[in-house]
């Protein structure tokens, strides 16, 4: 990294920034009391840059959003080339970068599986999964949906209502009290959750795999399929599903997924799959549904990694059935920024790295590598109980050091962020991560999310599973009541 030079850094009256910051922007997470101040001055491949000079290894490639790291050079060029030739173009026009970044996907990339229409653009992962539900209850003319436990969609309306991890839901939360106040109409009527596939800490209580029935079908399936009989499957128009679960941070059963599509299938039911964290090289596939051999959606929702984060863009690929429906008729719909070209020549570039690349397969490699050494960790560490990942995206679940199996924060995923919290050993490692040099994003409170960009090095992630490693070592100090002495 070649960092970002004393004289660029002292260009900007930090303090100033800082004020502003503090004045005028409303944040997300914290009170106003409560927020911390923190400017970041530049970014560059593996790594983050403080304005006071911290450099910080991102471990989590932003919100696992970088998979070809920070300002790479082949995305940066073809941004500047597309404002040397545009300013604004709308979706009623063409331009030879939609074409292009349009070809790319649904040619390129899906063309072998066979299954994929065409594409729309969006301007985010959030309004892709939007669109995604405006299009299945269009095509199928029914009202309902069905979500999972500790999903994460995104936080527009329709795409927050999927949300399955109730202290995500766009909620108030007062710091100095359990008061909680809820977005009215969230979630939206016809919105409903099966359990998850989460077997690690499972939420109708089974063990994987004694939890198949006839040694085939898993319990969760098993549910959901009671969900999808007690509404009714004439009234469904989807299941909404991620093939690996991004912020709730979970890797399900290997059979799980080839499971939900057969039996979406029977029913007759659509299924959109959500690759908004998962796509574009991110597992190991191009796709994180490809690792089940024989499944393809109806329709599936991408965002984040399409564009390596360069520029805001998300999408929606349908399937030629649902094309065929789709086409038949005048789309009454419209995106001010869907398609934009520059955004298109920033799409189009990403992908065309990915593939010249082979990002997938060094995702892969990478994985094998990071797997191991967090497999280390697992081996010798009392507070790691489990690592599970694919390609560059891994799971590690957090336990006390006791030998128990005890969790840290007893209500997980079910927390609410308000009053005082209960301790959150995830934030902690990030904390504790980052006095070691490296940056990690999480969310569930047991469970830490490790996602290193795609072009990342094993020196890399060698740093980054020794700062990992360290910080491990002082949550094992840490001296927290459990819930039996509570």
Known sequence: MSGVSDADRHAVDWDQIRAWDEEYYAHVFVTADEYEHRAIVGTDGDFIELSDGTRLLDFTSGLLCTNAGHRNERIRNAIVEALDRYGFVWEGWATDYRARAAKLIIDDLLGPDDWAGRVRFTSSGSEAVELALLVAKLVTDRPNVISRDFAYHGWTHGALSLMGLPGSRGILAAADSREIRRPAGVPMQ???????????????????????????????????????????????????????????????????????????????????????????????????????????????ALGKGMVSAALPAGGVVMSRAVCEVMDRYRWETVSTFAGHPVVMAAVAANIEWMIEERIPERATELGRYLGSRLQELADSHPCVAEVAGAGLLWAVELVRPDGSGERFAPDDRHGLPSGDHSFSPSFFLAGECEKRGVALATAPPNTLRVGPPLNTTEAHIDLGIEALRGALDELARVDTPSRSAG
């Open 190 to 300: 016809g919105v409903h959750f099966a359990p998850a596939p989460y077997c690690f800490s499972c939420p109708i209580g089974h063990t994987y795999p004694a939890c198949k029935r006839g040694a085939d079908t898993l319990a969760c399936i098993d549910s959901l399929e009671h969900l999808i009989r007690t509404l009714g499957p004439d009234s469904i128009a989807a299941v909404v599903a991620e093939p690996i679960f991004g912020v709730g941070m979970f890797h399900p059963p290997a059979e799980y997924l080839t499971q939900l599509r057969e039996l979406t299938r029977e029913y007759g039911i659509l299924w959109i799959d959500d690759e908004v964290m998962t796509g574009f090289g991110r597992t190991g596939k191009a796709f994180a549904y490809q690792h089940s051999a024989g499944v393809t959606p109806d329709l599936m």
